[in-house]
């Protein structure tokens, strides 16, 4: 279940509420509105804080089970929720065959191979950053993800100028 990380703690609270998540991962900076988020539920979930010295310790005493859990088409794999924009925002419950529909929809627009890359700049609570990321991972390619895109004034590129895709890199001729 990712959430927006502008969210207010109320707005937190909310989400947390419907979508009744057992943990929740969050940054440093961010801990303490998440933590006054769920802090009025009923059942909060744990609030782990990536870089700290106990949830650093939960890693390194975890043995992590490594094994694939077989999964159906229509079995749920995430709950996003809407922007709000036109009220309150939804759970939007999505299968592996919904996210697996839109990796193969993106891929045929912009034909991936492994030689590409990916830079991540749309939150992983927005459906396409989620797809851009399972489709670098679907198709072999590295993929960073970014916080947060905020463009230099010289980095901008107008409607005409901007590509579909990223170019790729081909030897030159001599």
């Not at 697996?100 to 396409?128: N, Q």
């Amino acid at each position: 279940m990712p959430v927006l990380f502008v969210l207010t703690p109320a707005e937190i609270g909310r989400l947390c509420a419907h979508g009744r998540p057992v943990a929740v991962l969050t940054a440093p900076e961010l801990a303490g509105g998440v933590t006054a988020g769920v802090a009025d539920l009923p059942d909060p979930p744990v609030v782990l804080v990536a870089g700290e010295d106990a949830f650093e310790a939960q890693l390194a005493a975890a043995d992590p089970d490594t094994s694939i859990e077989d999964r159906a088409a229509d079995d749920v794999a995430v709950l996003a929720y809407t922007s709000g924009t036109t009220g309150t925002p939804k759970g939007v419950v999505l299968t592996h065959a919904n996210l697996l529909a839109e990796v193969d929809m993106t891929a045929a627009i912009f034909s991936y191979t492994p030689e590409d890359r990916s830079l991540g700049v749309l939150p992983m609570a927005h459906v396409f950053g989620l797809v851009g990321s399972l489709a670098a991972q679907r198709f072999g390619f590295p993929g960073v993800l970014h916080r947060w895109f905020s463009p230099t004034p010289g980095s901008r590129r107008s409607r005409s100028t901007a590509s579909p895709r990223p170019a790729r890199s081909r030897p030159c001729s001599p």
